[in-house]
């Protein structure tokens, strides 16, 4: 018993030491995106293949061991039989399933460094091209940063180019309202000249003049009108 007591000693000391070093956080998801599965999902599937035969051949252990040994004895012994042969088959069941997680755990921490391991020149098909075109890493970041620097300079050209939509649109209006009052004058123009009235330009200056009178005098007028108010 202490021998077997000591080996359990080592197995579980061995097994805490490898599953230290080779923890699910030491994990690269690079390995697990290569095979599909971590060792957790697979030792998950192992132990319960293992727990359900287990449940499976437990109970037929038990009743094929109640069978040979209950061969002359009265009711009441098969009974007390059957108990003692339930304690047991639940005690080896826990047993069993105490030293299978033990050895599932070190399983485990072996399966992560010596099977799960994906080696530096094994890639995935969507990697190969990095193996067919290598790039420096110092390379990769100038391009990065190339590509930033035009990304910004092409935002400032939309910005820019924004802009000058919206000026030119202004100025459209602009010329649209200088186009409506250079056809008012065309027509003034006109009229005037068909009534012969003399000279237009003389005359739309002095309207001109009159007009900036007039609205002198209304501004006059509304002063006033306020103040008496």
């Not at 339930?86 to 080896?92: I, P, Y």
């Not at 939309?158 to 100025?171: D, F, K």
């Not at 186009?179 to 739309?204: H, P, Y």
Request: glycine fraction near 4%.
């Amino acid at each position: 018993r202490e021998t077997c007591a000591e080996t359990d000693m080592e197995t579980n000391g061995t097994a805490e030491e490898e599953t230290n070093c080779f923890s699910s956080s030491s994990l690269k998801l690079y390995e697990a995106q290569f095979f599909g599965f971590t060792p957790q999902t697979c030792m998950l599937r192992i132990y319960s293949a293992f727990h359900d035969s287990l449940n499976d051949i437990v109970p037929v252990v038990e009743e094929v061991c109640v069978r040979k040994l209950r061969k002359g004895q009265s009711d009441k012994g098969e009974e007390r039989l059957r108990s003692q042969a339930r304690e047991c088959s639940r005690r080896l069941q826990q047993f069993m399933e105490k030293r299978f997680k033990q050895l599932s755990e070190r399983m485990e921490a072996l399966l992560v460094s010596r099977c799960f391991t994906v080696p530096p020149n094994v890639l995935l098909p969507e990697d190969q091209c990095h193996k067919k075109y290598p790039q420096d890493i110092q390379e990769i970041l100038k391009l990065e940063s190339s590509m930033a620097d035009l990304h910004g300079a092409y935002e400032a050209e939309v910005c820019a180019r924004q802009a000058l939509l919206a000026e030119l649109e202004e100025q459209k209006e602009v010329q649209k309202q200088m186009d409506g009052i250079l056809e008012w004058v065309m027509e003034l123009r006109a009229a005037w000249v068909k009534d012969g009235n003399g000279n237009f330009q003389e005359s739309f200056q002095l309207a001109m003049m009159s007009i900036k009178k007039l609205q002198e005098a209304v501004e006059q007028v509304l002063v006033c009108s306020r103040t008496l108010k």
